[in-house]
C-alpha cells in the first residue's frame, strides 16, 4: 500500500484495511478493538501484557485535600489498609520479589506513605529582543500572579479547563529569555492537555496582551517543565506529579527471617551503591523504582512515557532502635485515576482492583504505587546484600537458565 | 484470601483461584493466559494496549557486526528502507504527529542511523578494608582483562552463559571501594539476566580466589551500572543498550509545507529549548524522545522499566545548505529481538511486522526505533515552533476537548 | 621543631620564631604582616599576585534596594558608567583578552547589567526517628516562617547578628531527615559567619524548644547550602550569593573589526560550546567565567574557595536585529564589599579603585564583576571562533613559546 | 586618561604611568613588580594574602612514573614524611581546624596518598555536514591513534611541545559534531598552553590534512575539556589534571580526644551529608574541599581559575574495626610544580617549603594537597558532628563577633 493511501481513520473498515494491508492476524487483532477507538490514530491491533497481582501490601495511607487558593496539601486523616497490586510485566522473579518486601514489611508493621505536594508545570517561554526586556517581563509576572490566578479562574471559554487550576508561576531569566513556570492542579487527571491548553491561554490571552514588554516569541514549552525528561529541577523539588513519601522500619527479626540477610548486610550495600550513585552520576539514589512503577502504570493506563520522570526517587536506610529505617522519596510520580489511558476498559478494572478508579482517588493511588516502589526496593536489596549477591545472583539464575 | 493461602503458581486453578478471590472477570480475564505461564508469577490477567501502525518511515539503514574479540562494532553495509513502526499507546496525537515527521523526513530524502557501540554493563563493588587495597584490586583487574575474558568464555558450567561475552573491564576506586564495570555484549538479547550470572562468575571465580587482595564484600551491582536509573555516565558513554544515532536533513519545502513552519521558527525553539534544559538540570536535551520509545516497546515486549534510560536523548538541530540539519543520539538503547517480553505472541507478531523478530535483527530494530523517534522529534518540535506554538495547542486542544 | 611546640599565636615573636623553624625569609618574610594578625592563625608570611587593571569596562549599572521584609529587590535607579578592572592573576593574555572584550562592547554600547536575587542559605538538617515525624516537622517550620523570622529580628543576644535578616525558609523530607534551607540576606558582607550563627539559633533556639516534634540530632549544614560546591539547586535558582544578569549587544562591524571573526562564526562555536556542554555534564554553559572571577576574587579580598560556585554561569548568543545579543547569568556570584577578607589593605584598595569599598556597594560590585565576566567570554569566543580557533592558539603560542 | 591611551606595556614607566592615573600609591604598589612583568598585560601593583603555615602533616606518599607509550602510571616506592603547607586566606580559623584534622590523623597513624591516574585534555570539534561524515571521521580517528602519536611525537616544529604527550584518543559524535577529546600529559606542567598548541597542530596538520572526511570547521575547544568548568565527565574520571586518593583510619580515641566528637556521631553526619548533597545536585559528595584546595594554590601559584574544577570532590567515611575510615578522591587536581604562576618568587619559595619546587615534583605535590584537604575535611566535620553543629558554631562565633 503507498504511503498516500495509507487509511488514517478508526472505523471498522479502516481497521481491517490496515490489517489485511499488513497481513495482520490472530493474537493481534483478536482483540475487540471497539473500545479503542479514541485512544490513538490508524489503530491497528493491540499488545498484550500479563499482570500478576501481588498481595497484600499492607500500608497506612494518608486522606488529602487541596487548599484554596494556594493548593497545599492538607492531610485530613489516616488509615490502614491492605491492598492488591497488579503488576503488568514479564520480568520473572519481579512478581515474587515485590511480594517479599510487602511481607517483610508486613511482619514490621507495615509501609506508611505522605503526599507532600501536588503540582503539574508547563514552563513556556518569552524570547525578548534583550535582557533587560526579559527582567522587565519576569517582574511584570511575579507581581501579577494573584491576577492572573483570578483572570484564568474566570474564563467562559469551553476549550479552558476549570480543573487545571493556577497555584504559582516562577520566572527564570537567562539571556534574552524569560522562562515562565506556570504550576498548576489538576485534580484527579495527570493534567497534560488541560494545562497545555490553559498556559496557552494565558500566554496568549494575559502576557501577550497585558505584559509592559511585547516579546518576540512565545513557546508553550521549552524543557523546564520537566515533561518525560528527568531533571534536576524536579528531582529536587517536584513540580511534575504528586511528591510521595514512603516508609517503613523494618525489624531485625523480619531482615533475617524474610529477606534472608542482615541489617549490617543492608547498611554496607547502602554505603556502596550510594556512592555508587554518585560515582556514576545518577540523579536518583535507589535501586529499582522502574521495575514497580512500569509495571503497575502498565497496568493501569497511566502514560507509560513518563516512566522516567516518575521513577526518580530518592531511597535511604539507616538504623534505628526499632530495626532498619528505609525510606523512598518519589518526586514527581505522574499518575491518574481519571482521563487518559484509566478510561479504556482493562485499565480501568485494575484501578478498580486497588480501590483507585475515578475521581478522589489520585492521592490514593500515588500512596499505594510508593509503598509497592518500596517493597520491592527492600526485597532486591536484600538479594543483593547477601554475600557475594548471591541471593540476588540465583534470582537472575533461576529465570534465565534458558540461556 | 489469607496473606498465607496466596496461591503462587501458575497453574490453570492457581490461576482461576486467584481471580475469584480478587473478583475479577471480563475483559481483564478474558484473554487466554497459558502463553504466559512463565511471565511472572501469581499472574493474574492482562492488560491491553491498542496499537496504531504509522508508516511508511523511510531510513537508510547500516548493517553491523561485532569484531572478536574486542567488541568493536563494523559497519558491513548500508541499505534503504521504509518501515511501518507498532506503536502502543493513548496518546491522542501522538501517532499523527510521528506520520507527519516521517513525511516530512520522507520529501527531504529519509533518515539516515547509525550505531556505534553495543555494550552493557554490569557494576560489582567489592569492598576493602582500606583505600591502598582497593587500590590494588584494581591495579591487579586493569592488568588482568584478557586473561578474564578468556577465562569467562572457557568457563564450562551451564549457568554461564555464552552468549554474554566480556570486553572491557574498568575500576573505579572511590573510598575503600572497588567498583568494577564488567562491558559484556549479549547478542540479539537485552541481556540483563546474562551479564548478572557471568558477573556472578567472574567475581567469585576470578576476582576473589585470584586476587592478591581480599575484599571484605563483594556486591554484584552497586549502582555504576546504570540499570534502570538514568545517569551521566551512560548518557555521555553510553555502555547500557546500543548507542544509537538518526539524522535528516529537512528541506525549507518539506518543513513549510508538512510541518506548517520555518527553519528560523524550529532554530528559535532548538534555542530555547536547549536552554531551558540546561536551567532546569535536564541531562537529555530534546522534545519527547520518551513517548515514541515507550510506544514502540510497549508493542515489541520492551522491559518498560527501562524507557527512562532509553529515551536519555541529545538532539540538535542546525542549519546547513540543504536545509534543516536533525539529529538524535541515543546513547544507550536497551533493546532485544530474542528472549525476556519479545518470547511472547504479540510481542513477537509486531517485531515480526518490522522485520525485527529473532536473532542477528538486534542492530536493525535499534535503527528503526532512533529514526521513529527522531521522527517524533520533528513534528512535535513544528508543532511547538508555530507562533505561540499554536499548533502544538491545537493538537492538546483536540484531544482533550472533553474536560 | 616538634609538633607540640608549634606556636600558634601572631604575636612579631612567634611569626618570627615559625619564619625561622623554617627557614623562610626573603620575599616571602619580607611583607609587614602587622596588618593580617587576625587574618589567619599561624601567620607566618605571605603570597603575592601581580594585578593588571583593565579598562575603561563600560556598563549600565542598575541600584537596587531590599524591600523589607521580605527581600525582594526593587531596582531604584540606573546609571552609566566606566570602571577599570584589577585582575590578580599569572595567566599572560587573560588581561588584554578582557580588554578586547570590553572594547567590542564599548563600540557597541556597552554592557548592562541587573542584579536579580540577593539571598544567601545555610541549610540544616534535623534527622529524625522517622519520615512521619520529618513530615510533621516540615509542617510545623512552613507554617511558622513569619513568626521565626520575628523571633530572630528580636533576639537581644550580642552573638546573633541583626545584617544577616531572616527571608524564607523552605523545607525537604527525605528518608527521616527535614532539611531546612533558612535563606538570608547579610548586607554588603558575604555573609557565611553571620548566617551560620543565626541558624544556629533558629535550630537551637527556636526548632529544639518550640516544634512538636523532637528531632534526634540538629546538623547546622548537610550540603544542601550550596557553600563551597557547585550544586544544580543554586546554579538554577541562586540563593548563595547575588544572581547577576549581564548583556549586550555586539555589532557586526564590532565583531570584525575588533574581535577578527564574524557572528556567524560566533554561532557555529556556540553551537558546539553548548552542545559539548551538555554531552560532557557540564552544569554551566560557558566558555571561561572563572579565569574573570578568580582575577577580580584575588584582588579584592573574595573568598578564593568560593571561585567555582561563584563561576557557575549560563551564556546565551542569539543573533538579532542590531547585531549578536550575548549574555551571561551568574546566578551565585558570592562577593562582598565589608568583612572578611576586603578589610585588609590591598583588597581595600583595588575594591576602592573599582568604586566598591564598604557599605552600600555591594549590588555595584557584583555587576560589574558581571560585566568583567562577559567580556572575557565575548573575546575568548570570538579567538575560539576564528578558523581553526587559529586566534585562540596564537594567543596560547605566544605566552607560552618557551617551552 | 582615555581609553586609546592606556598604555599596555609592563616597562616600569609605563606600570608608573598607569599607576599614576589610577591615583594608586602606598600598599599595593609598593613591592617591586619587576619579576612579574611577564606576568600579565598591564601590570599596574600587587595583590597580597597572608599565608599560614601548618603542620607537621604526617602523610605516606607514593612515587610514580609514567610508563610510554600509554601514560600509565606506576607506583615505584613509598615513603612516609611530614611536610609544613602552606596556606594563602583571610578565613579565621581554617588554618586551625586544617591543623586539628592533621594531628587526629598523626595519632591515629597518618595520611596515605595514591596517585592512579595523570592526564590533560583538550577536547577539540569537527563541525561536518552530516551526522554521516562525523561518524565517519570518529572511524578514523579511532584507528589512527598510534599515527596521530607518533606523527605528533616527531614534529620538529618549536612551537609544538614535546612535553605534552598524546595519550588518547576519545570520540564523541552528536549532530553533526565530531567532538575529539586528545589527552595528554604534560609533565610537571599543568600544561593548557602547550595542550593547547599540540592539539592545534593534529587539528590542522594531521586531521584536517588526513581524514577522509572535510570538516566544515575545526574547533580547538567545546567545551568537552573540562577547562575550568566542573563536569560530570572530569569528575568522575579524571582526565583534567591528577586524580588523587587519600585516605585515613582515624581511631576512637583520635575522635574523641583531638576531634571531640564520637564515630557515630560522624557517621551520622556522612549520612545526612551524602543525601544532602544528592538532594540539592551537588556533583561532589564532600564538605568543603575548595578552601584547603583555595589556600594552597594561592600560595603556591596555581591557577586561581581553577580552584572549582579541582575541588571536585568525593568523600566517603566507613566503619572499620580500627577505628573510622575517611577517604577523599580528588578526580581532578590540576596542579604544577613548573610554569606559570609556579615561576614567580613567592609561589616558588612557598613549593620549596613543600619540597616540591621544580621538576619531578608533580606527583608529590598533588599527594600533600589531597592530604591536606582531607585533613580539613576531617575536622570541619567532627566540628559539624557535635551536638547540634555547637563547636561549627562555636568556630564562627569567634571569628565573626565583630558583626
Not at 501536588?118 to 518569552?126: K, Q
Not at 541489617?263 to 556514576?280: K, M
Request: charged content about 20%; aromatic content about 6%; hydrophobic content about 40%.
Amino acid at each position: 500500500m503507498e504511503l498516500k493511501r495509507w487509511p488514517r481513520k478508526n472505523d471498522p473498515e479502516s481497521i481491517r484495511a490496515r490489517q489485511d494491508a499488513l497481513g495482520l492476524n490472530g493474537d493481534v487483532t483478536a482483540i475487540d478493538l471497539a473500545p479503542f477507538a479514541n485512544a490513538n490514530e490508524m489503530l491497528t491491533g493491540a499488545a498484550v501484557v500479563p499482570v500478576s497481582v501481588v498481595g497484600p501490601v499492607p500500608v497506612e495511607l494518608g486522606e488529602y485535600e487541596l487548599e484554596e487558593p494556594f493548593g497545599r496539601l492538607v492531610e485530613t486523616g489516616r488509615a490502614r489498609e491492605e491492598v492488591c497490586v497488579p503488576l503488568a510485566h514479564t520480568e520473572g522473579g519481579l512478581s515474587a520479589s515485590l511480594y517479599r518486601g510487602a511481607r517483610a514489611a508486613a511482619e514490621s508493621g507495615g509501609f506508611r506513605t505522605y503526599v507532600i505536594r501536588d503540582r503539574i508545570t508547563r514552563a513556556s517561554c518569552f524570547v525578548c529582543k534583550s535582557t533587560e526586556e526579559a527582567v522587565q517581563l519576569a517582574r511584570f509576572l511575579d507581581a501579577h500572579v494573584a491576577e492572573m490566578r483570578r483572570w484564568l479562574a474566570e474564563r467562559p471559554e469551553d476549550w479552558i479547563s476549570s480543573y487545571a487550576k493556577l497555584r504559582e508561576v516562577e520566572t527564570h531569566v537567562v539571556g534574552p529569555m524569560c522562562h515562565v513556570m506556570w504550576a498548576f492542579t489538576t485534580g484527579d487527571a495527570c493534567g497534560p492537555n488541560m494545562m497545555t491548553r490553559n498556559a496557552y491561554a494565558l500566554n496568549t490571552g494575559y502576557v501577550m496582551e497585558h505584559a509592559p514588554v511585547k516579546a518576540e516569541r512565545a513557546i508553550l514549552e521549552a524543557n523546564m517543565g520537566g515533561d518525560k525528561k528527568p531533571s534536576h529541577r524536579y528531582f529536587e523539588r517536584g513540580g511534575h506529579g504528586k511528591t510521595v513519601l514512603a516508609e517503613a522500619t523494618l525489624t531485625d527479626e523480619a531482615v533475617r527471617r524474610v529477606l534472608r540477610t542482615t541489617i549490617d548486610d543492608l547498611l554496607d550495600l547502602s554505603f556502596a551503591g550510594t556512592h555508587g550513585a554518585v560515582a556514576s552520576g545518577m540523579q536518583s539514589v535507589a535501586f529499582t523504582p522502574a521495575s514497580a512503577i512500569a509495571a503497575i502504570f502498565a497496568a493501569t493506563g497511566q502514560d507509560l512515557g513518563m516512566v522516567g520522570t516518575s521513577s526518580m526517587a530518592h531511597g535511604t536506610g539507616r538504623r534505628v532502635e526499632a530495626g532498619l529505617h528505609v525510606a523512598i522519596r518519589l518526586p514527581g510520580l505522574e499518575v491518574a485515576t481519571v482521563g487518559g489511558g484509566t478510561s479504556y476498559p482493562h485499565a480501568r478494572r485494575w484501578l478498580e482492583l486497588l480501590g483507585c478508579a475515578g475521581s478522589g482517588k489520585v492521592y490514593r493511588f500515588a500512596q499505594v504505587v510508593a509503598a509497592a516502589t518500596l517493597a520491592l526496593e527492600i526485597s532486591a536489596s536484600a538479594a543483593m546484600a547477601t554475600s557475594g549477591s548471591e541471593n540476588f545472583f540465583r534470582a537472575h539464575h533461576e529465570r534465565g537458565s534458558a540461556r
